[in-house]
Nanobody, 125 residues
Framework: VQLQASGGGLVQAGGSLRLSCAPS????????VGWFRQAPGKEREFVAF????????SYADSVKGRFTISRDNAKNAVYLQMNSLKPEDTAVYSC???????????????????WGQGTQVTVSS
């Protein structure tokens, strides 16, 4: 299973970006998806997750109110809308799924088995 995150780039503080996560070779429709990020010199941290139905979402406190995770199962994709970006949001953002379909994950990294290559988000001050 391979996932691909895209949509990163360079943006000024206060700006917005929308990241996308899409699979190659399989469907995302029956899997929860999480977004994580890793800044230079720091450990990877949870950002948000969405269940396979889209009915449940969860966010890290640091992004709550600014980021929105969503999914379009018709397009087999999950998105992370990032608004009011701050320099501290600078990181490589990756999407991941649990191994089991229909499973509702938590923010714990160990619950995610399949990871995609990340996309760089850089926020300038």
């Amino acid at each position: 299973v391979q996932l691909q995150a895209s949509g990163g780039g360079l943006v000024q503080a206060g700006g917005s970006l929308r990241l996308s996560c899409a699979p190659s070779g399989r469907t995302l429709r029956t899997y929860a998806v999480g977004w994580f990020r890793q800044a230079p010199g720091k450990e990877r941290e949870f950002v948000a997750f969405i269940t396979w139905t889209g009915s449940i979402t969860s966010y890290a406190d640091s992004v709550k109110g600014r980021f929105t995770i969503s999914r379009d199962n018709a397009k087999n994709a999950v998105y992370l809308q990032m608004n009011s970006l701050k320099p501290e949001d600078t990181a490589v953002y990756s999407c991941a799924t649990p191994a089991d379909r229909y499973r509702t994950p938590t923010s714990l990294e160990r619950e995610y088995s399949f990871w995609g290559q990340g996309t760089q988000v850089t926020v300038s001050s």
